[in-house]
């Protein structure tokens, strides 16, 4: 079984490989063989899940060099739960996107560019999960980083350039600190295995451990979009593809929050910065759910929901207790879902009402039924409406501050119940705006060609997110704040009432992996607990990678 450690990592890796080979042909081979890879990978991802949950975590050292030489990959439960879920997500994504190219006619770049760079950010994410040292869990990032930036910035438009040229920034300052980090543990532990480091860092002095506590913090923290360390996201994520903006806010952000949970549970258990994660976790839920009121297009709304409810994640990682690593395991599986979900219909709502400017929007209730069950039920599970995965979520990491009795636990309990509300005020606005009212004047007809800031005027492409045209005289000025994205290339797109079928059958499926996790929910809680107890216990984790 432990052979199969590798293969999340190394599948999408080799597919992509092929797919460059083969270059700008045969197009529904390279779908066909892209879909069944992700499939492959999901179902591996199942498998691992359900033996670490059994036989307790694997491991393979890669080239059967032994720690700390060799290469260590490792899948416990917290690890397999995390791979399932994002597989499956990726998964839905990419049969999203395969959609989305199709219906905007263009064969070449979605399959010569998006595609193997969507394949590389999968292997990337897998490597993240499965890292068993501090240089895998660095080098999975840079997997991560190089794909994002060429996904951010496809088609090359000048939002789109621009937009990734912060988020590149951002990470390379993160990955310099990372690095500066490795190079402190290696000087003071003499490895950078977890399972190595878990037992030496316990023997050098506090100030160093803190030290190094912090700046890992820091690094993950960017990563994770907390803040104050999250001003880049924001304006970076909304300008690109629907696809890729909705795997970026339900994937990326988390492989930080799980970089979190894995080493302050493993490598510096006693939570000597717990107080300053809490109140990290409560600034960011004000802060983005503040940011979200403020805002007018669908996709900065949900950006900063991302913020904020990224919180609620930080919040049990910061009480550390068995039962408040639960529910942050839990939350984080039921947000990567409803967050991509609510990206995903918004690609959806772009396609059809040719804007996810709110003040552009208004009848899809009447116009498009099925868009707006497909928008209400993640959106009420994102405000965390009972007995939704979001309330069981919530509902955990509360109890878990309730039980904790501190101040600081007191005020993020009262903290949650308030972020909670404002995003289902949110949602309903979102609600009201795009759905429930009537259409305003001037709401572009179906067969409409929307252009983006970039087009010229004789690009038949595809569409910018929040500025259209007048009609067919001319293009009509983007808003104040809007944001200016496209298709897959940053062209134009014509709005239709007739969805792209794979597009909506991928948002159909993503609803009702959300909806699963409810009727799943007394299992996943279980299992989360389990996983937890193992976190916090560290022996099994440990053992099994030094075969003690």
């Given at each position: 079984?432990?052979?199969?450690?590798?293969?999340?990592?190394?599948?999408?890796?080799?597919?992509?490989?092929?797919?460059?080979?083969?270059?700008?042909?045969?197009?529904?081979?390279?779908?066909?063989?892209?879909?069944?890879?992700?499939?492959?990978?999901?179902?591996?991802?199942?498998?691992?899940?359900?033996?670490?949950?059994?036989?307790?975590?694997?491991?393979?050292?890669?080239?059967?060099?032994?720690?700390?030489?060799?290469?260590?990959?490792?899948?416990?439960?917290?690890?397999?739960?995390?791979?399932?879920?994002?597989?499956?997500?990726?998964?839905?994504?990419?049969?999203?996107?395969?959609?989305?190219?199709?219906?905007?006619?263009?064969?070449?770049?979605?399959?010569?560019?998006?595609?193997?760079?969507?394949?590389?950010?999968?292997?990337?994410?897998?490597?993240?999960?499965?890292?068993?040292?501090?240089?895998?869990?660095?080098?999975?990032?840079?997997?991560?980083?190089?794909?994002?930036?060429?996904?951010?910035?496809?088609?090359?438009?000048?939002?789109?350039?621009?937009?990734?040229?912060?988020?590149?920034?951002?990470?390379?300052?993160?990955?310099?600190?990372?690095?500066?980090?490795?190079?402190?543990?290696?000087?003071?532990?003499?490895?950078?295995?977890?399972?190595?480091?878990?037992?030496?860092?316990?023997?050098?002095?506090?100030?160093?451990?803190?030290?190094l506590e912090a700046m890992l913090l820091t690094v993950f923290a960017i990563k994770a979009a907390v803040f104050p360390l999250a001003a880049w996201l924001p304006d970076?994520?909304?300008?690109?593809?629907?696809?890729?903006?909705?795997?970026?806010?339900?994937?990326?952000?988390?492989?930080?929050?799980?970089?979190?949970?894995?080493?302050?549970?493993?490598?510096?258990?006693?939570?000597?910065?717990?107080?300053?994660?809490?109140?990290?976790?409560?600034?960011?839920?004000?802060?983005?759910?503040?940011?979200?009121?403020?805002?007018?297009?669908?996709?900065?709304?949900?950006?900063?929901?991302?913020?904020?409810?990224?919180?609620?994640?930080?919040?049990?990682?910061?009480?550390?207790?068995?039962?408040?690593?639960?529910?942050?395991?839990?939350?984080?599986?039921?947000?990567?879902?409803?967050?991509?979900?609510?990206?995903?219909?918004?690609?959806?709502?772009?396609?059809?009402?040719?804007?996810?400017?709110?003040?552009?929007?208004?009848?899809?209730?009447?116009?498009?039924?099925?868009?707006?069950?497909?928008?209400?039920?993640?959106?009420?599970?994102?405000?965390?409406?009972?007995?939704?995965?979001?309330?069981?979520?919530?509902?955990?990491?509360?109890?878990?501050?309730?039980?904790?009795g501190g101040n600081w636990a007191w005020a993020l309990v009262a903290g949650s119940a308030a972020t909670s509300l404002l995003t289902l005020y949110v949602m309903a606005?979102?609600?009201?705006?795009?759905?429930?009212?009537?259409?305003?004047?001037?709401?572009?007809?179906?067969?409409?060609?929307?252009?983006?800031?970039?087009?010229?005027?004789?690009?038949?492409?595809?569409?910018?997110?929040?500025?259209?045209?007048?009609?067919?005289?001319?293009?009509?000025?983007?808003?104040?704040?809007?944001?200016?994205?496209?298709?897959?290339?940053?062209?134009?797109?014509?709005?239709?009432?007739?969805?792209?079928?794979?597009?909506?059958?991928?948002?159909?499926?993503?609803?009702?992996?959300?909806?699963?996790?409810?009727?799943?929910?007394?299992?996943?809680?279980?299992?989360?607990?389990?996983?937890?107890?193992?976190?916090?216990?560290?022996?099994?984790?440990?053992?099994?990678?030094?075969?003690?």
């Open positions: 079984m432990n052979a199969l450690v590798p293969l999340p990592v190394l599948l999408p890796l080799c597919v992509m490989g092929l797919e460059l080979a083969i270059g700008p042909r045969l197009h529904r081979f390279k779908r066909l063989i892209s879909l069944t890879v992700l499939g492959a990978v999901f179902v591996f991802s199942v498998i691992l899940m359900i033996a670490a949950d059994r036989h307790g975590p694997l491991h393979v050292d890669l080239g059967d060099f032994a720690p700390p030489l060799g290469v260590t990959l490792v899948a416990d439960r917290l690890a397999g739960l995390m791979l399932t879920v994002s597989s499956a997500i990726t998964l839905l994504v990419h049969l999203y996107s395969l959609g989305q190219g199709m219906a905007d006619r263009d064969e070449r770049t979605p399959l010569g560019v998006f595609h193997p760079a969507y394949l590389i950010l999968v292997a990337g994410v897998s490597c993240t999960f499965l890292a068993g040292d501090l240089v895998n869990l660095y080098v999975g990032f840079e997997i991560m980083l190089v794909a994002s930036y060429v996904l951010l910035t496809i088609g090359g438009t000048a939002t789109r350039i621009r937009a990734g040229s912060t988020y590149v920034i951002i990470s390379l300052f993160s990955s310099m600190l990372f690095l500066v980090a490795i190079a402190m543990a290696y000087s003071v532990a003499g490895t950078v295995n977890f399972a190595q480091l878990a037992g030496r860092l316990q023997e050098i002095p506090l100030g160093v451990r803190t030290l970076s994520y909304p300008t690109a593809p629907a696809p890729v903006t909705a795997v970026f806010s339900g994937l990326l952000t988390k492989v930080g929050v799980y970089a979190m949970l894995r080493t302050q549970t493993l490598l510096f258990p006693g939570h000597r910065l717990g107080d300053l994660l809490m109140l990290a976790a409560l600034a960011s839920m004000a802060v983005g759910i503040l940011g979200a009121v403020a805002q007018t297009d669908l996709k900065r709304v949900l950006t900063f929901t991302l913020i904020s409810h990224i919180g609620y994640m930080v919040f049990g990682i910061a009480l550390a207790g068995r039962a408040a690593l639960g529910g942050a395991i839990v939350y984080v599986a039921h947000h990567i879902t409803v967050q991509t979900t609510l990206f995903l219909v918004a690609g959806l709502i772009e396609r059809r009402g040719g804007t996810t400017e709110l003040t552009r929007l208004g009848g899809l209730a009447r116009s498009a039924p099925l868009l707006a069950v497909l928008f209400f039920v993640p959106a009420m599970n994102l405000a965390g409406i009972p007995p939704l995965s979001g309330f069981i979520g919530k509902l955990g990491l509360m109890r878990a501050g309730v039980d904790n606005k979102v609600w009201n705006l795009a759905f429930w009212r009537q259409a305003p004047p001037g709401t572009e007809e179906e067969g409409v060609v929307l252009e983006s800031a970039e087009d010229d005027d004789g690009d038949d492409g595809d569409d910018g997110d929040d500025e259209e045209t007048g009609g067919p005289a001319g293009r009509r000025p983007a808003p104040a704040g809007a944001v200016v994205t496209a298709g897959l290339l940053g062209r134009s797109i014509t709005t239709t009432r007739h969805l792209p079928w794979p597009m909506v059958t991928a948002t159909c499926a993503a609803v009702a992996l959300g909806l699963l996790y409810t009727v799943l929910g007394g299992p996943l809680t279980t299992f989360a607990d389990r996983a937890a107890a193992e976190l916090l216990a560290r022996g099994p984790y440990i053992e099994a990678v030094l075969d003690r």
